[in-house]
């Protein structure tokens, strides 16, 4: 298992829980950005620049995720194409995203967008809570313990 990180978006406070556990549990997380982001040193922790322009770390991301590789996004069109290649998706806030719950998170999405481009104000997510630091830890920890027994 190697994690991806679409770091464009991904808030600090959840990178620093990554590099934590990525050093903690050896496992290569692969940080991709179209910006420079800055990465402890570590062997575990890579980090990938990509070109400026929509979805092009998505993209990347795609490409060369594998099965049962660990995507941290909150993008849900990201979301579901890693599903459809077998690998797993969790949102910074904490929400695993399935092949049960993805679709019916694509339609509020295309809804929300919809309800924008018709010039509703529908205001931006909330601020990151400790609850969702919380909840994003405790789900990363369960992947990584699940990883690791099966691996054993």
Not at 102 to 131: C, E, H, Y
């Amino acid at each position: 298992m190697k994690i991806w990180v679409d770091a464009d978006a991904c808030p600090v406070v959840i990178k620093e829980i990554l590099f934590k556990a990525a050093d903690r549990a050896k496992i290569t997380t692969t940080l991709v950005a179209n910006h420079h982001v800055r990465i402890p040193p570590s062997s575990f922790i890579k980090f990938m620049q990509v070109s400026s322009g929509f979805d092009i770390a998505d993209d990347e991301i795609v490409k060369r995720v594998a099965e049962n590789d660990l995507v941290i996004t909150s993008d849900i069109a990201l979301a579901d194409e890693v599903i459809t290649k077998k690998g797993r998706a969790l949102s910074p806030r904490g929400e695993l995203y399935t092949k049960e719950n993805i679709k019916s998170r694509l339609n509020i999405r295309d809804f929300m967008d919809t309800m924008r481009s018709s010039g509703v104000q529908t205001g931006g997510p909330s601020a990151l809570s400790q609850t969702d630091r919380q909840n994003f830890a405790n789900h990363l920890d369960r992947i990584i313990t699940q990883y690791k027994q099966a691996k054993e």
